[in-house]
């Protein structure tokens, strides 16, 4: 199957959905070979992925990781970048992540060790204390009782050994620096992806579409950021019911003030987890507001019923009525009652 599909790819011709899973099984099955492989990514970059080859692709990261417990009843999002902005900011995502939990939102964080940065989501968790190796029925249980869990991807995805020397030595992105974020095992139904590149919006809102995502927003910071940002505004594509909606934010129409850049800078994942902590122990300042921004949208998310002011203002009060804090210290206790009882 792959030859076949490097000579159509070659050729410019579209893979379809079911090709795209079916050559992503053969290299995540170690069938294809190194130079198949790279050959294929190269052909896909120089071609650019469409939503049919992001999404199969996607779907076939997702059969082949380790199977997260069935999700029953309630909506779980996940807040997510691709990376690759090289802004070495804080961990934004993460640090919103248990806000929006802490307000009552089931949050499956899914995550690695840093990549283009300092600090990953996995780094400055594990700086905190968290243990990130938990299995997916401890984390399953952790996102029952306290609404968060974290998924290692390295962990989830053992098929990547087969994927990881090619990119290593491509060097340049690839179709895998987008998969990601969209191979989510816990499958959540909420979603706010932050991309490095503006272009990238509508066509992985598709893609969040097609895996049966309901409600999401892709966003850029048009500082560069994949996040929401407050150093400028956040280009914005929005599906709901469905339907896709562009637009455009700033952080004046909520009421936050205007950063800089460099006030969002974040440093080693010790410093990183300092930051955490002192955030959800009530820290005013640009830091605390970018948090305020991702999580609201977040929360709005999650509960349509909400605009974004009111998730923002939701997830000020979260914090100013010490849950934030409160739910890292469960969330601590919870990992430490599970390592006495492996130890």
Do not use: C, W
């Amino acid at each position: 199957m792959i030859k076949q599909a490097i000579e159509k790819v070659v050729n410019h011709e579209n893979l379809t959905f079911d090709e795209s899973q079916a050559v992503l099984d053969e290299i995540m099955n170690g069938e294809a070979s190194e130079i198949e492989t790279a050959s294929l990514l190269t052909a896909l970059t120089a071609k650019t992925p469409t939503i049919d080859e992001i999404a199969g692709a996607a779907a076939s990261m997702r059969s082949h990781a380790l199977k997260f417990p069935t999700i029953k009843d309630d909506d779980v999002l996940e807040i997510v970048g691709t990376g690759g902005d090289h802004a070495n900011t804080f961990n934004i995502s993460t640090t919103s992540a248990l806000v929006i939990a802490a307000a009552g939102t089931k949050v499956a964080k899914h995550g690695n060790r840093a990549a283009s940065s300092k600090s990953g989501a996995a780094d400055v968790l594990e700086a905190l204390g968290l243990d990130i190796n938990e299995t997916p029925e401890t984390s399953y249980e952790s996102l029952k009782e306290n609404n968060l869990a974290f998924l290692f991807a390295q962990e989830y995805h053992k098929s990547m050994k087969y994927v990881a020397p090619v990119r290593k030595q491509l060097g340049f992105r690839t179709i895998f620096n987008i998969l990601g974020p969209l191979a989510n095992p816990a499958n959540p139904t909420r979603q706010l992806l932050g991309v490095y590149d503006e272009s990238l919006l509508e066509p992985l809102a598709n893609v969040l579409k097609k895996l049966g995502v309901k409600n999401a927003m892709v966003i850029h910071g048009r500082d560069g950021l994949d996040e929401m940002t407050t150093a400028d505004e956040t280009a914005v594509v929005e599906l709901k019911d469905g339907k896709l909606t562009k637009y455009t934010l700033t952080p004046e129409q909520f009421g936050l003030k205007r950063s800089k850049r460099a006030d969002l800078v974040g440093g080693t994942p010790e410093e990183n987890g300092q930051i955490t902590r002192d955030i959800l122990a009530g820290k005013k300042g640009p830091k605390r507001d970018i948090v305020l921004l991702n999580a609201g949208a977040s929360l709005h998310l999650a509960h349509p019923e909400l605009t974004i002011q009111q998730g923002i203002d939701l997830a000020a009060k979260t914090i100013d009525d010490g849950k934030a804090l409160e739910e890292l210290n469960r969330l601590l206790a919870f990992s430490d009652k599970r390592k006495d009882v492996v130890a």
